[in-house]
């Protein structure tokens, strides 16, 4: 306390300067304190800053951490409207001049005019829309037709247009570009194509060649022609051939038998035989006819086979099929497709438009490698590293004679991470094939301050001379050393290493067979339907079987069915009539509409769910001339076009979902009769459930039906029920069957692993092989037979792979090593404040004490004071006193 000092003890004393001066005293260890404070809050800034360096390394290794990073080869021309074009690492550089005299188009066909969607067209027959067969019953309507067709999976598209209220045509779209077209066929014994309005009646040659004639393809040469097109009704005629008479039966008859039958005619210079043909890797067969071009059709057989063809009514193409033309380098070109990936090697050309219609001069294409991504991508990595090395340089500085040092002088967090980024980064990538297997290798060197350098003439030879061998040393890879197992994956948790997979089980697809040989020659006895259940989507589907149908026929409908999207149709429960008594039409106005009383003004409220759940509603108010037609049009628009809306024969609404598939369709009308009528629709209920595929398929397994689930494992199972008992039958039965599949079972590094279908994946917290993930594609018979040892996976991780998953190291948000740094400055500022606010607050008490203390005092010197006052007062008066007696 020797530094206190005092003006006086009389009246004067300045007590607040005296506290303020003693206050000052207390609070030196709140000083100590607040220098230590900001000391750990520079540390921390100096930390965040630190921490920003090293996520900008990280992303720097993240992009050479990509194989799109060495992906050089690009395509250079200049901005046109002709074609686009891409390319992959199969493509070779080079120069090409492309010129497009033609685009593909689709085929686009139109049927006549018919008055209504829904009435019945007392049509029937059988169709084949390329190669696949579809029954037309007399009840069906151009809705139902319509329906038929986008069920198929005939490869077109069917939609109804209506043009008016009277005028509606049934549209059918290739979806396909290309000259081949909608392959129609008349399947059955009449005319249906020329009542449908898509012939014209004439029948002409269809596959001409140089001495005769040739069929459609078709998949077997032995099978019943019928069942390679899963027909039924007639298919048997009297056909001619060369002026010659044959009795041809396409459900008793293969190709080979129709081929023999031709040729033991003896028909004068004509001769037949079933050639291979290769289409698209697909073995398929053809007949050939030598000799002769004169055939005279029956029942529409040699139609069915493609030797004939019914010629399309011209008037009713909206747009005829072609395929697209096009010059590469002066060589002319033919394509179906205006996407062509197989002329350029590694090149995939768009043709947009032709070159005469955008007025372009043939586009110049050069396909050039381009290897600055790598370059400017490795010169980044580069800087950020020094960035990050110059900081840690920075902070480890040291001046003797000041003594002065770098904020971070000595922190043992910024030595370790310097220390492992300089490990990795002066390391070998072992396993890797070739001479560059080290950053050395290819031009970056550390120098004596441990900043990296890049020789760039060096980098650019290593590039040159095999780039894909430079990305290995930088990216993540695996390897398998056996055929049956491939690498699939890995995760951040994965250690690089050589890892042996032993499988205990193979991965196995759901797969149930019928009992018994179906008879070659009669086939099942009655007719029978199958009911299928897909365990994983629980969809459902009903296939119906004939009498008669063979193995072949039986496994064509079952794949038909299951395979087909089915669009879901709403009906109302409520049928409403005109005053005449028939049902409404759309051309009923809603006056007509019988015993509802309909007032102009009524309204209608329509609340309905989209095809993709989408809530969507509106009020419908009725005019005095408003027809039936316009509210469903109403309806249409409100869900944009995406459903067809109709009246049936009973006069109830129908919707159907325009887009086939699982559907959250749903529609409710409300009507609300304000002027006191009683027009009711009724509730709109499910009459069609709307599904996607089920994703099974059926097989002919040595004349034994047999049913196999697309995919592995115990997530994908079905079941299976028939309503016929096992003789004579398809085999199944009337108890249920259900199977499911098995997932692939065993261990990676003996390690656990869990399998899903194929794929079998390091468990999460295994030491070596956490995320890392196969793919075992092998029966369990082949693993039977070859033993549970499977080779081994290699994990190789790059520069950039390792620098990458060390930054995550650092700064991961929970256990980062650099994040817990900067936490742990946080919590040793908030341990200093709370030192702080602890002497603040026993200050406040000391203050209020010295206080006192000194009010204390002044009140005491004030007593004093005013005592000794009294006393001098009293003495004067006592000596006043005694000088006045004396005189």
């Known amino acids: 306390m020797s530094d206190i000092s005092f003006t006086g003890l009389g009246s004067g004393i300045d007590t607040a300067s005296m506290i303020d001066a003693l206050m000052s005293v207390e609070k030196r260890p709140i000083e100590r304190l607040e220098t230590k404070q900001n000391l750990v809050l520079q540390k921390k800034k100096a930390f965040q800053s630190f921490n920003t360096l090293i996520s900008g390394l990280q992303t720097s290794s993240q992009r050479l951490a990509k194989s799109e990073t060495f992906q050089t080869l690009q395509t250079s021309m200049e901005p046109n409207k002709t074609l686009a074009a891409s390319v992959n690492r199969g493509a070779s550089t080079g120069s090409y001049t492309i010129e497009v005299l033609q685009t593909a188009t689709a085929e686009q066909l139109s049927s006549s005019t018919f008055g209504d969607r829904l009435d019945q067209l007392n049509l029937s027959g059988n169709l084949l829309i390329n190669g696949v067969g579809i029954e037309i019953k007399a009840e069906d309507s151009l809705l139902d037709i319509n329906n038929k067709i986008n069920k198929s999976q005939s490869g077109v598209s069917a939609s109804v247009v209506s043009v008016s209220s009277d005028d509606h045509r049934l549209l059918v779209t290739s979806n396909k570009t290309g000259a081949a077209g909608i392959n129609l066929i008349e399947a059955g014994s009449g005319n249906l194509l020329d009542q449908l309005g898509f012939t014209n009646g004439i029948v002409s040659n269809k596959h001409i060649i140089s001495d005769g004639l040739e069929s459609d393809t078709f998949a077997s040469r032995t099978s019943f022609v019928s069942n390679n097109l899963n027909l039924s009704g007639i298919q048997s005629g009297t056909v001619q051939i060369g002026g010659a008479t044959l009795n041809l039966n396409l459900a008793t008859q293969s190709l080979s038998d129709i081929s023999e039958a031709i040729n033991t005619a003896d028909i004068a210079g004509v001769t037949a035989s079933v050639q291979e043909v290769d289409v698209d890797g697909q073995t398929t067969y053809k007949l050939q006819i030598h000799g002769t071009q004169s055939l005279i059709d029956d029942n529409n057989v040699l139609q069915k086979l493609g030797l004939l063809e019914a010629n399309k009514d011209s008037s009713r193409v909206l747009q005829t099929g072609q395929d697209a033309q096009f010059k590469v380098n002066n060589i002319d070109i033919t394509r179906s497709s205006n996407t062509v990936s197989d002329v350029i090697n590694g090149v995939t050309l768009n043709l947009k438009s032709t070159n005469a219609s955008t007025e372009e001069a043939p586009v110049q294409l050069r396909i050039e490698e381009n290897l600055d991504l790598v370059k400017s991508s490795v010169s980044d990595f580069v800087e950020k590293y020094n960035t990050v090395r110059g900081f840690i340089s920075s902070q480890f500085t040291y001046d003797a004679e000041t003594q002065a040092s770098g904020l971070l002088f000595g922190d043992s967090s910024l030595r370790s991470v310097q220390t492992q980024i300089q490990r990795v980064l002066s390391g070998v990538i072992s396993g890797l094939e070739g001479d560059f297997d080290t950053l050395v290798s290819i031009g970056i060197t550390t120098d004596r301050a441990g900043l990296l350098t890049a020789d760039t003439t060096k980098l650019n030879q290593a590039l040159e001379a095999d780039i894909d061998q430079v990305a290995e040393i930088f990216l993540g890879k695996g390897r398998s050393t056996d055929s049956n197992i491939r690498f699939v994956n890995f995760t951040e948790e994965t250690k690089a290493g050589s890892y042996n997979v032993n499988l205990t089980?193979?991965?196995?697809?759901?797969?149930?067979?019928?009992?018994?040989?179906?008879?070659?020659?009669?086939?099942?006895?009655?007719?029978?339907?199958?009911?299928?259940?897909?365990?994983?989507?629980?969809?459902?589907?009903?296939?119906?079987?004939?009498?008669?149908?063979?193995?072949?026929?039986?496994?064509?409908?079952?794949?038909?069915?299951?395979?087909?999207?089915?669009?879901?149709?709403?009906?109302?429960?409520?049928?409403?009539?005109?005053?005449?008594?028939?049902?409404?039409?759309?051309?009923?106005?809603?006056?007509?509409?019988?015993?509802?009383?309909?007032?102009?003004?009524?309204?209608?409220?329509?609340?309905?769910?989209?095809?993709?759940?989408?809530?969507?509603?509106?009020?419908?108010?009725?005019?005095?001339?408003?027809?039936?037609?316009?509210?469903?049009?109403?309806?249409?628009?409100?869900?944009?076009?995406?459903?067809?809306?109709?009246?049936?024969?009973?006069?109830?609404?129908?919707?159907?979902?325009?887009?086939?598939?699982?559907?959250?369709?749903?529609?409710?009308?409300?009507?609300?009769?304000?002027?006191?009528?009683?027009?009711?629709?009724?509730?709109?209920?499910?009459?069609?459930?709307?599904?996607?595929?089920?994703?099974?398929?059926?097989?002919?397994?040595?004349?034994?039906?047999?049913?196999?689930?697309?995919?592995?494992?115990?997530?994908?199972?079905?079941?299976?029920?028939?309503?016929?008992?096992?003789?004579?039958?398809?085999?199944?039965?009337?108890?249920?069957?259900?199977?499911?599949?098995?997932?692939?079972?065993?261990?990676?590094d003996g390690e656990v692993a869990t399998g899903e279908g194929r794929y079998l994946t390091g468990d999460s917290g295994n030491t070596n092989t956490d995320g890392l993930r196969v793919q075992a594609n092998l029966t369990a018979e082949e693993l039977s037979t070859q033993g549970s040892a499977q080779g081994a996976i290699r994990t190789t991780f790059g520069f950039a792979e390792q620098v990458d998953r060390l930054m995550d190291s650092f700064l991961d948000s929970v256990n980062g090593s650099l994040t817990r740094r900067v936490k742990s400055f946080t919590n040793e500022d908030k341990r200093i404040q709370s030192q702080i606010e602890r002497i603040e607050l026993r200050l406040e008490q000391v203050e209020f004490r010295y206080k006192n203390m000194f009010l204390a005092m002044e009140r005491a010197i004030s007593q004093f004071n005013s005592q000794g006052s009294f006393l001098s007062n009293q003495l004067s008066i006592m000596n006043n006193s005694q000088w006045g007696q004396k005189s």
Not at 531 to 559: C, H, M, P, Y
Not at 597 to 604: A, E, K, P, S
Not at 643 to 672: M, P
């Open 505 to 748: 089980a193979a991965a196995e697809q759901a797969t149930v067979s019928g009992n018994g040989i179906i008879n070659s020659s009669s086939g099942i006895n009655s007719d029978e339907i199958l009911t299928f259940t897909d365990l994983g989507s629980n969809r459902t589907a009903e296939v119906l079987l004939s009498a008669g149908d063979q193995i072949d026929e039986i496994v064509s409908k079952i794949n038909s069915e299951l395979h087909s999207r089915i669009s879901e149709i709403h009906t109302s429960d409520v049928g409403n009539f005109a005053a005449s008594g028939s049902a409404i039409t759309r051309d009923t106005t809603f006056g007509d509409v019988a015993n509802a009383d309909v007032q102009t003004g009524d309204t209608i409220k329509i609340n309905a769910t989209s095809h993709d759940g989408r809530s969507v509603s509106t009020t419908y108010t009725i005019t005095a001339t408003n027809t039936v037609d316009d509210f469903l049009n109403t309806i249409e628009n409100l869900l944009n076009n995406e459903v067809s809306v109709a009246i049936d024969s009973g006069g109830r609404l129908v919707v159907t979902d325009q887009i086939a598939g699982d559907s959250d369709l749903a529609v409710s009308i409300e009507t609300n009769n304000e002027g006191g009528g009683s027009l009711n629709f009724g509730a709109l209920t499910t009459s069609t459930v709307g599904r996607s595929q089920l994703y099974i398929n059926a097989s002919n397994d040595g004349g034994q039906l047999k049913l196999t689930h697309e995919n592995h494992g115990s997530d994908y199972g079905f079941r299976v029920l028939s309503n016929r008992s096992i003789g004579g039958s398809t085999g199944i039965g009337t108890t249920l069957v259900e199977d499911f599949g098995v997932d692939v079972a065993g261990t990676i």
